[in-house]
């Protein structure tokens, strides 16, 4: 599974931003998707999952004003950001992850996400 992160960028405060996550390979083998990200001196936390056949779970300091969605006919996930904060600034990293008696994560290459004015 190979997962290629696009759309980060600069933007101001209040403003938004959509990220994008093309996903190739063994599409079949994934049971969660997932949005992280890892801001400066910071640990990488969980911003969205999307669970196979599931509801989608969001961090607290991001609900209500992102939204993480799927498409499963060109094999993209995407974040819609909107009402950004300069907190939300980070690199952002999509995650796919394959349950079983190994549980193995695919991680994508971030892409910086800067919320400043």
């Known amino acids: 599974v190979q997962l290629q992160a696009s759309g980060g960028g600069l933007v101001q405060p209040g403003g938004s931003l959509r990220l994008s996550c093309a996903v190739s390979?063994?599409?079949?083998?994934?049971?969660?998707m997932g949005w992280y990200r890892q801001a400066p001196g910071k640990q990488r936390e969980l911003v969205a999952i999307i669970p196979r056949g599931g509801s989608t779970n969001y961090a607290d300091s991001v609900k209500g004003r992102f939204t993480a969605s799927r498409d499963n006919a060109k094999n993209t996930m995407y974040l819609q950001m909107n009402s950004l904060k300069p907190e939300d600034t980070a690199v952002y990293y999509c995650n796919a992850k394959r349950i079983g008696p190994t549980t193995v994560y695919y991680w994508g290459q971030g892409t910086q996400v800067t919320v400043s004015s």
């Open positions: 390979g063994e599409i079949f083998s994934i049971d969660v």
